[in-house]
């Protein structure tokens, strides 16, 4: 007999429930960003991953199309890059094809 409050966690499942929705279109920023070397400039990353679909707010977008829209020419760190997008897509809920 065991009081260990670690088996009831384990009866409870996951704690989100993955489901079979609708798909999402496009790559997750955080996973372009990570396919990436810092710094980096803007040339560089539109070369290589400028056809990119990626997830936004308002549904796919193209790398190349987001950055052509922000000022930046160097990203010196990983967060200024993802920073740098998020100005121009924003934040929030991504949503799934229809």
Request: proline share 6%; glycine share 10%; hydrophobic share 30%.
């Amino acid at each position: 007999m065991s009081d260990n409050g670690d088996e009831e966690a384990e009866d409870e499942g996951p704690a989100v429930e993955l489901g079979e929705g609708e798909s999402v279109e496009g790559a997750p920023l955080a996973r372009v960003a990570s396919r990436l070397h810092y710094a980096i400039e803007k040339s560089e990353v539109e070369r290589r991953e400028g056809e990119t679909t990626i997830r936004t707010p308002d549904g796919p977008r193209e790398l190349g199309d987001v950055l052509a829209e922000t000022d930046e020419v160097y990203f010196d760190t990983r967060q200024s890059f993802e920073s740098a997008v998020r100005e121009v897509i924003g934040t929030g809920p991504v949503p799934t094809e229809e």
